[in-house]
């Protein structure tokens, strides 16, 4: 049976989804993350849910053909069904399966983007087993999640992920030698980053660069580059 859910909007409105009551409930990380990855014509991402951030990618870059795989095959069919509430039916699809599996896929992909499970096993457990699953890193999931986005990207594509700011080090040592731009999201000037997203360069080996980043929040509410990405739809230049 499907989960209850209640309808949430993205984008000032644009993007209109439904998602779990319980459960990994999609916010700004989502919206931060599609706005990151760049244009691309065949995009997939891992660890999709119910699709928010592959819709709001799609929007943005009207070419392209996503994919979005997930393990829980509920996810996948209110996935679907977001798809289909915003048009995206025919370039956004979802399909079930375990993205650490190690398969080689039949095609490979120009962008692969990702939100891993990445809060420690030993924290406090939810008591909702879903947002368990999604948040949890029962197993080296980071570094899982960073092995399969490498086997399916093609040579030159890149690989995009938001991560946690304490776990930057775990998601770059799984990039191996590929080169990586490390852009911090502060939630205020001269705070630390909570969030950080990763960027790899397949076509470029070694080195780690750190990006200027983006200030979220001031006193007033939401920074105007900020706002910008997340009512606007812009993109977010990892430079």
Do not use: W
């Not at 993205?10 to 244009?39: C, E, M, N, Y």
């Not at 592959?54 to 996503?66: K, L, N, T």
């Not at 692969?112 to 029962?138: E, I, L, Q, W, Y």
């Not at 960027?199 to 990006?211: D, E, I, K, N």
């Amino acid at each position: 049976m499907i989960a209850d859910c209640t309808v949430a909007r993205f984008l000032d409105g644009r993007i209109v989804a439904a998602q779990p009551k319980s459960g990994f409930r999609a916010g700004h990380d989502t919206v931060l993350l599609a706005a990151a990855v760049p244009a691309g014509r065949n995009v997939l991402e891992l660890g999709s849910g119910v699709g928010i951030a592959s819709i709001c990618y799609a929007r943005r870059v009207s070419g392209a053909e996503v994919l979005g795989i997930e393990i829980d095959p509920e996810l996948v069919t209110i996935a679907t069904d977001n798809a289909e509430r915003n048009g995206m039916a025919e370039r956004v699809r979802f399909s079930s399966g375990d993205v650490c599996a190690h398969v080689e896929p039949a095609i490979k992909f120009d962008q692969v983007f990702f939100n891993p499970p990445f809060h420690a096993a030993t924290g406090t457990r939810s008591p909702v087993d879903a947002r368990n699953k999604s948040k949890r890193d029962t197993g080296s999931m980071v570094a899982q999640f960073m092995s399969a986005a490498l086997r399916v990207v093609e040579r030159g594509g890149t690989v995009t992920a938001i991560i946690r700011g304490d776990r930057v080090d775990d998601l770059i040592a799984a990039a191996m030698d590929n080169s990586a731009v490390v852009f911090p999201l502060y939630p205020r000037a001269g705070a630390a980053p909570k969030r950080v997203i990763v960027q790899v360069a397949t076509a470029v080996r070694g080195g780690v660069r750190y990006g200027a980043g983006l200030v979220l929040h001031r006193d007033s509410g939401a920074t105007p580059e900020a706002e910008a990405i997340l009512r606007g739809g812009d993109p977010l230049v990892i430079a």
